[in-house]
């Protein structure tokens, strides 16, 4: 059954990451349960950007205007697979240890994608620490 990692499921087999940044054992048979990955957009994108229809993944959009608070911010990113941030998101050592990555801290996130022309709002040495990409768009 469950645990952390290091304990062995059956046969000692482990499965991908759980929505909760656990690990999965193996199904029966040696089969893996698939989950989806997870996009989170800080907001909506302006103007006409539109999204395509992704079925294989969750795919989340943020408040237009933002969030309240940085705890909101967290707390909707959180077991995000990637990021689309927005040059007002500060995205730093405080805000990947919140949300968890897949380097470390038992998260999924991998991908910060930096929806300005800079990255001056993102850590890329904390980012590059935990093993999470970081582009702009």
């Known amino acids: 059954g469950g ?75 959180h077991g995000a697979d990637g990021i689309v941030s927005w040059v007002t998101d500060r995205i730093d050592a405080e805000f990947l240890d919140a949300v968890g990555t897949a380097g470390g801290g038992g998260g999924a996130l991998r991908i910060v994608a930096n929806f300005a022309v800079g990255y001056d709002n993102i850590d890329v040495p904390a980012c590059r620490e935990r093993g999470v990409i970081v582009t702009n768009t």
């Open 3 to 77: 645990g952390g990692a290091g304990e062995g499921g059956r046969d000692g087999a482990r499965g991908p990451r759980a929505a909760d940044g656990g690990l999965r054992d193996a199904e029966p048979g040696g089969s893996y349960p698939v989950r989806m990955p997870a996009v989170a957009l800080s907001r909506p994108l302006p103007g006409t950007f539109a999204l395509p229809d992704v079925p294989d993944a969750d795919v989340r959009v943020g408040p237009h205007r933002g969030f309240g608070s940085r705890e909101g911010a967290f707390e909707f990113f």
